[in-house]
């Protein structure tokens, strides 16, 4: 420490140390405290021992999991060519041409994203994926793609997880080598909630294929497409699919639900096609997409569109399979399915059911059976450790249908209304969430225009105001939640046909209902008049930006902490603090992350390749008279102590 003190010392840097430096600097004789990596660990450790994990719930198993079982792969073979060297090979334009070629049914996994994501709140772990993902890389090489990013798995990582969404990335690209990977990206919210400016938004994709991002499902929450021109553009400068999404809502084959039609979809999709999109997704994102639905659209689209189609559902009403099914006889392209003990219920259909469906028929999907099944078996083992947060319908359920909840908001709001104390009141809430979707004037519903929905829901029932009363309230006078407002001013875009004019005005008052109508009409004007997007470079704000964040991190931001800081500022102030005090926990098994160790309980972490640390909790001693507790670990069988705080 002494020599690393005078090494660091601003005098020895410029080259002028003399023998007298040492006489003359007394602080080089003070020593930073060495905090290795283990320390930081076994300090983690020790504070979700004694304190619990702050995201675990207050969840504290009486047992000991035994660490799952990752499937078996056949080493040292390498992972054959896929879906990944061929859109290298042939770019994304020919890769597209090939993908429309292909008789078997293309099969995307959402394991690591979706399913995850609409089942237990997005929590699981770069760990527990990276432990499968090499058997996945060798013994499913013929998925068309896994989805694995995006959505909102970025501001979880962080968030909840203290993991950077980066390394996830490029870690599980380097076990997969093959397949290509897909993300989930929100047209001009990207991974956020709220509208960036263009250069951030084609900053964040550019640096994402960088990092090995290969296909981008790109939509916007009310189908308001000049807001997918940003993000579509930014992909067609990369090596990556541009991917556009119409989103799914209400019922085609409802005739008296007269907005959103067979002829509302094709529209978009031919709108979307001349944007230059690459493959067409059918975005079902609240699994409404009945089965004879789901045939009659992709038809129309089949014979409308010259696209690959790429049908995405949840499977909320138990029924989603037939949708997929149906799809599949009229001609889609690719499916996006979720490993059998990561579907159903709010995640997405059954992948391993849908394989063997195929088999022996023009549309086999050539996937391995029995190694899928290996996959879910792992994952069945993995999902205990995440019970707290698992909390999706148990079953199927035609409430879907009423109040069109997405599969990756239900457990969300869900939570949101046991955290007020009306849990028990969920159906009545559900109804509200209908009802305000109404009020609305019935628009598209997923992040963040949901979100929005969600919020005017708990708000009017929380205040017992009925959704159908809002518009004889007066005029501007309610405290309306935030988001609302933002949304009705044209914060998020426009939905077809702008918003009810008398709920604008009851929401925003007489003057911003005014400005909002005009800044309406405007977006109608321009939306007709630009053919492409006037995208400034924005390299002198993200300069600025750069710069300010310097200034905050003490040292020049990676691309990495630069798009983390832009899409939450907050969240990665927090993430970043936290990796200064326990370095990279990710490294940690899962059930020891989230519920600490037991005395005698033993885990093997791995720090980096080849570096392991053997860690064991011996005991736990009595609070001392300032309330700290020492635990006395084995580390790699030398004894090591931690000290912690008793907070509980
Ligand atoms: C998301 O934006 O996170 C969705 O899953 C729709």
Redo the contacts with the bound molecule.
């Keep these: 420490p002494f020599l690393e003190n005078v090494i660091a010392h601003p005098i020895f840097k410029a080259g002028q140390a003399t023998t007298t430096l040492i006489d003359t600097t007394p602080e080089l004789f003070t020593f930073k405290p060495r905090r290795d990596r283990a320390t930081k660990l076994l300090n983690f450790l020790g504070h979700v021992t004694v304190n619990g994990n702050p995201h675990a719930k207050g969840f504290r198993p009486e047992k000991i999991f035994l660490p799952a079982l990752p499937p078996k792969v056949e080493t040292p073979v390498a992972a054959p060519d896929g879906t990944r060297q061929l859109l290298l090979k042939l770019g994304a334009k020919k890769f597209a041409e090939w993908t429309l070629k292909q008789k078997r049914l293309l099969v995307t996994d959402t394991t690591f994203?979706?399913a995850h994501?609409?089942l237990m709140a997005?929590r699981v772990r770069s760990y527990d994926m990276l432990a499968t993902a090499t058997a996945v890389a060798r013994r499913a090489p013929d998925l068309y793609s896994l989805e694995l990013w995006?959505?909102?798995?970025f501001d979880t990582a962080m968030r909840f997880l203290s993991e950077d969404p980066w390394e996830r990335l490029r870690q599980l690209r380097a076990r997969v080598p093959n397949i290509c990977f897909q993300m989930?990206f929100?047209g001009a919210?990207a991974?956020g909630y709220t509208n960036y400016p263009d250069h951030i938004v084609a900053g964040f994709v550019k640096h994402a294929a960088a990092n090995g991002m290969d296909i981008f499902r790109i939509?916007d929450?009310l189908n308001y497409l000049p807001n997918l021109r940003v993000a579509m553009e930014s992909v067609q400068d990369t090596h990556a699919v541009c991917e556009a999404a119409i989103?799914y809502t209400g019922d085609i084959l409802d005739e008296r639900r007269d907005k959103f039609t067979l002829q509302y979809y094709v529209r978009l999709a031919k709108e979307l096609e001349k944007m230059g999109a690459h493959v067409l997704a059918i975005?079902d994102?609240a699994g409404l997409c009945r089965p004879y639905a789901a045939q009659k659209l992709v038809k129309a689209l089949k014979d409308e569109v010259g696209l690959p189609i790429h049908f995405h559902t949840h499977d909320t009403s138990g029924i989603a399979s037939a949708s997929v099914l149906r799809a599949a006889d009229a001609g889609v392209d690719i499916v996006d399915l979720a490993l059998a003990s990561m579907s159903g219920s709010t995640s997405q259909p059954n992948l391993n059911s849908i394989v063997a469906a195929l088999q022996h028929t023009p549309r086999d999907t050539k996937l391995d059976l029995g190694a899928l099944n290996e996959f879910s078996d792992y994952w069945e083992q993995v999902r205990e450790f995440y019970r707290p947060f698992d909390t999706a319908p148990k079953t199927g359920s035609a409430e879907v249908y009423l109040h069109e909840m997405?599969?990756?908001?239900y457990t969300n709001l869900k939570e949101q209304a046991v955290s007020m104390g009306v849990s028990h009141r969920w159906p009545e809430i559900a109804r509200t969430y209908a009802e305000v979707n109404a009020l609305f004037g019935d628009i598209v519903k997923?992040?963040?225009s949901?979100k929005v929905v969600g919020d005017m829901a708990l708000f009017l029932f929380s205040k017992g105001i009925k959704p159908a009363d809002v518009v004889n309230l007066p005029a501007g006078e309610t405290p309306f939640p935030e988001s609302v407002i933002d949304m009705l001013s044209g914060g998020l875009g426009w939905p077809e046909g702008g918003w009810p004019a008398d709920v604008s005005r009851a929401v925003l008052g007489e003057k911003r209902h005014k400005e909002a109508t005009e800044k309406y009409k405007a977006s109608l004007k321009k939306a007709k008049a630009s053919a492409k997007s006037e995208k400034s470079d924005g390299s002198g704000d993200l300069k600025k930006l750069r710069a300010e964040l310097a200034e905050k991190l003490k040292h020049e931001p990676s691309d990495d902490e630069l798009y983390s800081h832009l899409m939450y500022p907050a969240v990665f102030a927090d993430f970043a603090k936290q990796q200064r005090e326990y370095g990279d926990v990710s490294v940690l098994p899962t059930p020891a992350f989230f519920y600490g160790l037991k005395p005698g309980e033993e885990i093997n972490v791995e720090i980096e390749e080849g570096k392991t640390l053997i860690i064991r909790l011996v005991s736990i001693g009595a609070p001392d008279k300032d309330g700290r507790r020492a635990l006395s670990f084995e580390l790699n069988g030398m004894a090591r102590e931690a000290f912690i705080a008793d907070k509980s």
Excluded: E, H, I, Y
């Design positions: 994203r979706d994501q609409s997005t995006g959505g909102a798995t989930l929100r919210n991974v939509f929450s989103c975005k994102m997405p599969g990756g908001q997923v992040t963040p949901s």
